[in-house]
Each structure stands twice: as C-alpha cells, then as structure tokens.
C-alpha cells in the first residue's frame, strides 16, 4: 500500500501544482482551486481571496467561479 502511495503521489505531483495554484497581486494573494470532474462534467476554477489570520493559519474568502482554461493570469483593478 505506502509503495502505491508513493508511486500515485509522484504521479500527479504536477497535477497538484495545476490544481492548487496561488498568485500574488500587489499585497493580496489570490489561491485558485481547478476541480476537474472528468469526461462526463464541466470544469471550473473556483477563486478566493487569502486572508492571514493569526497562528499561521488563513482563511478563504470567495470570489467566484470561472469556466475552465488552460493558462490564464490574474489583474487586478480598484473601481472608483
């Protein structure tokens, strides 16, 4: 079993990094999560703000649901 373990964690290794993905804009940090379902459903990155609470720990707040992409990149602009 830990030998299955290792060889599925080295496996997708790449695939969690494309999973969970975190960037940095201006002081905020925006943490991307991609569920893919596979063939039979629709992909989506959900996108939440990352707020540092105390203890090192963070909470999550949502900002929305975006249709699945391969590459994208984040902006950020203030309205007025």
């Given at each position: 079993?830990?030998?299955?373990?290792?060889?599925?964690?080295?496996?997708?290794?790449?695939?969690?990094?494309?999973?969970?993905?975190?960037?940095?804009?201006?002081?905020?940090?925006?943490?991307?999560?991609?569920?893919?379902?596979?063939?039979?459903?629709?992909?989506?990155?959900?996108?939440?703000?990352?707020?540092?609470?105390?203890?090192?720990?963070?909470?999550?707040?949502?900002?929305?649901r975006?249709?699945?992409?391969?590459?994208?990149?984040?902006?950020?602009?203030?309205?007025?």
């Open positions: 079993m830990l030998t299955l373990g290792i060889l599925f964690l080295t496996a997708s290794d790449s695939d969690l990094r494309y999973i969970h993905q975190e960037q940095s804009v201006d002081e905020h940090t925006i943490y991307i999560h991609t569920a893919d379902p596979g063939a039979m459903a629709k992909a989506y990155h959900y996108v939440y703000l990352k707020c540092p609470l105390p203890f090192n720990r963070y909470a999550l707040h949502t900002i929305g975006l249709n699945w992409m391969r590459e994208f990149s984040l902006d950020l602009y203030q309205s007025h």
